[in-house]
């Protein structure tokens, strides 16, 4: 059985992915029960799949560099739309309709993400060299859940350049904006049990070395990767964190309140 630890003050921060949208999520009820048992829930949202749809919808041919889709001026058009727009209100009205108090921002609100171009040959695609959690903390303070789309300022934007916004990977973000907050927990929702061992079991934990190992190995792939390196690298400042099933309902009340779900990286 597990204790029921008191949640209140702490600092949560929760990644959604598209994966994890839609019938049978559990996400919503549970960040607000976070709220209401006293925690602050941060949440961080992707759309990659969202976002691939609407590029669809407007005839635009993806292109792909080394396997990776090259985000073009007409694409980042559509995923700054998505998300920052579209998925972002559908989820602040959700946690409305919910009855908790939600506010919609992105990395881009108050300067909270700063990035510089990854890799030229990829097109705007960030990667994040700053993160000021000011804006965020100050709605934590409020009692409000702060909803927070991956899309960062380009920090240093050559003058010929007008475009000021990058897209950033959503796991990435979170680890970053969890670093900055120096939350107690940073946790994944995903729509697998964790992460699995060669064998397909899951482990329940791992050190940062070992997850490193995992990595290194193989063993880890695809989209587990960002998710276990943002665990890994916010460990500095943040208590631990977590890659769960998304789908269960209540997985991350019983995560929060200590008990064995998922993968835990100390």
């Known amino acids: 059985m597990t204790m029921q630890r008191d949640l209140s003050g702490q600092v949560i921060v929760v990644k959604i992915g598209g994966s994890t949208l839609g019938e049978g999520d559990s996400t919503i009820p549970d960040v607000v029960e976070l709220w209401e048992k006293g925690a602050k829930p941060v949440v961080v949202h992707g759309g990659g799949k969202v976002i691939s749809q609407w590029v669809a919808k407007q005839g635009i041919e993806p292109v792909f560099v080394r396997g990776l889709r090259r985000t073009d001026r007409a694409t980042l058009d559509v995923a700054v739309a998505v998300l920052g727009g579209l998925i972002n209100s559908e989820l602040v009205a959700e946690f409305d309709a919910a ?46 859940i702060p909803v927070i789309a991956p899309i960062a300022l380009f920090k240093d934007a050559p003058p010929e350049n007008p475009d000021r916004i990058l897209n950033i990977n959503a796991d990435t973000s979170a680890g970053h904006i969890a670093r900055a907050l120096e939350a107690d927990r940073l946790v994944f929702q995903t729509d697998v049990p964790g992460v699995l ?12 070395r070992q997850a490193r190992e995992l990595i290194d190995g193989g063993v880890a792939a695809g989209g587990m990767i960002p998710k276990i390196e943002a665990c ?21 009340i019983r995560c929060c309140q200590g008990a064995d779900v998922g993968t835990r990286i100390i």
């Open 197 to 208: 061992d060669a064998r397909r079991r899951l482990i329940p934990r791992m050190t940062r």
């Open 232 to 252: 890994v690298d916010a460990l500095d400042t943040v208590g631990s964190g977590h890659i769960i099933d998304g789908r269960e309902a209540g997985a991350l």
């Open 99 to 144: 009855g908790a108090s939600a506010v919609g921002m992105s990395g881009v609100s108050g300067g909270m993400l700063k990035a510089e171009l990854m890799d030229e040959e990829l097109g705007f695609v960030g990667r994040i060299v700053e993160a000021d959690a000011t804006a965020v903390q100050s709605l934590l303070d409020a009692g409000m």
